[in-house]
């Protein structure tokens, strides 16, 4: 069975730094690419950018280049999405989702709740 | 950017109605159109991937349609357990981008 199990939710402050994790079990995490999506409170779905993890070729959307960093750790089949400084603003819910060959975003973690907040 | 203009953004109907939602894309997208259903509190769980393909396990009264530009998703008798909302996909670019949403109420 394909899961995908995210790191608990974050408090930090506006300035501070962070980086969340997705967990990857049930197939070879290597050969599928990781999406990486955010839900704003009470907002829609944003997809943020993906990234392959055999090789880490990365891809970011418009709005998230130069705001977040994408990588992965392929012997523990996480991938993590980082913030140098966080923003009032980027308190979401973020998911990550193993996207399948048709690139559908087929399995989906339990998202991560990030508040920040002064 | 591909833009996804998805109608309506909310809608209230009766168990056993049939319930239509409408996707459009700013330019043409192929099959490369999925549709996502989010229960309150819950992940979205892909229903629907390359316009009419159902992921496994998705109860056959939801369905999908369309082709180029314009895109149709369908629930043909309304359950309870359907109240979500749901967000059309386009994935014709590896980043795809997302519909705004339509709140499915029973009324």
């Known amino acids: 069975e394909v899961q995908l199990v995210q790191s608990r939710a974050a408090v930090k402050k506006p300035g501070e730094s962070l980086k969340i994790s997705c967990r990857a079990s049930g197939y070879n995490f290597n050969t599928y690419w990781i999406a990486w999506v955010r839900q704003m409170p009470g907002k829609g779905l944003e997809c943020m950018g993906i990234?392959?993890?055999?090789?880490?070729?990365?891809r970011y959307g418009l709005s998230f280049q130069g705001q977040v960093t994408m990588s992965v750790d392929k012997s523990l089949s996480t991938a993590f999405l980082q913030w140098n400084s966080l923003k009032v603003s980027d308190t979401a819910i973020y998911y990550c989702?193993?996207?399948?060959?048709?690139?559908?975003?087929?399995?989906w973690g339990q998202g991560t709740v990030v508040a920040v907040s002064s | 950017d591909i833009q996804m203009t998805q109608s309506p953004s909310s809608l209230s109907a009766s168990v056993g109605d049939k319930v239509v939602i409408t996707c459009q894309a700013s330019q043409d997208i192929s099959i490369h159109l999925n549709w996502y259903q989010q229960k309150p509190g819950q992940a979205p769980r892909l229903l629907i991937y390359d316009v009419k393909t159902p992921e496994t396990g998705v109860p056959s009264r939801f369905s999908g349609s369309g082709s180029g530009t314009h895109y149709t998703f369908t629930i043909s008798s309304l359950q309870p357990e359907d109240v979500a909302t749901y967000y059309c996909q386009q994935c014709d670019n590896l980043i795809g981008t997302f519909g705004q949403g339509t709140k499915l109420e029973i009324k």
């Open positions: 989702v193993r996207q399948n060959m048709r690139n559908a975003l087929e399995n």
């Open positions: 990234i392959y993890p055999d090789d880490s070729d990365t």
